[in-house]
């Protein structure tokens, strides 16, 4: 079964460390996979997707079809990236977007 | 990028009563609607998806007769929660997906508390 794993609830990290959120997926075919970011009393919003192979606000993420993962990174953390992250993954056959459980980011000054 | 709105942000219902909730794409056509359940300190979990002009599509698990979902519209989609009780209260968001149906707006999502 199509399946999305975030191993960590809760990452902290201080100011200009860098950051690394992990995002396992299982899914037998072609993934899709995204990153969504949900700031303090905002709606969740895409920040990045696989197939665009883009660096949005410093954070990038490959896809690595060999270990099912696609971990999203940032080499220097700022205070404003402290939000919840999480990790979606579309099957094309269905278009269903599914979520793993979210990991919260906290970034200490 | 687009807009999803939701109505209501918040509503109070008692129990035995039904509640609706709206979903709609502001400005672009939503093909695809999800609806989702967040509980507290919980990740979202998938209900159903719904096709314009089509039945919706439920996740195992989910009461198709507890939650009805009508996509009318191409800028419109609706959750009814029917007969709710205390255990439905809950975080509803809808999100939607237009006919290139690469990325998913999100509602600012329902908070829905039965009373």
């Not at chain 2, 687009?2 to 056509?29: M, N």
């Not at chain 2, 609806?35 to 039945?55: C, D, I, V």
């Not at chain 2, 195992?60 to 979902?69: A, C, N, R, S, T």
Request: glycine content about 6%.
């Amino acid at each position: 079964a199509q399946r999305v794993t975030q191993p960590e609830k809760l990452l902290s990290v201080f100011k200009g460390a860098p950051v690394e959120l992990k995002c396992n997926y299982s899914y037998s075919g072609s993934p899709e996979l995204f990153w969504y970011v949900q700031y303090s009393r905002q709606r969740l919003q895409l920040l990045l997707r696989h197939i665009s192979r883009e660096s949005i606000k410093g954070f990038t993420a490959d896809l690595n079809k060999g270990e099912t993962s696609f971990h999203l990174k940032k080499p220097f953390a700022q205070e404003e990236d402290s939000a919840m992250y999480y990790c979606a993954l579309r099957y094309s056959s269905a278009s269903k977007i599914i979520f793993g459980s979210g990991t919260r980011l906290s970034i200490r000054p | 990028g687009a807009v999803v709105s939701q109505h209501p942000s918040w509503v109070i219902c008692k129990s035995g009563t039904s509640v609706k909730i709206e979903c709609r794409s502001l400005d672009f056509q939503a093909t695809t609607m999800f609806w989702y359940r967040q509980f507290p300190k919980q990740s979202l979990m998938l209900m159903a998806t719904s096709n314009e002009g089509s039945k919706a599509t439920y996740e195992q698990g989910v009461e198709k007769d507890k939650f009805l979902i009508n996509h009318a519209s191409l800028t419109l989609s609706t959750l009814t929660v029917t007969s709710a009780h205390p255990e439905d209260s809950s975080f509803y968001i809808c999100s939607a997906t237009g006919t290139m149906n690469t990325e998913a707006f999100f509602g600012q999502g329902t908070r829905l508390t039965v009373v």
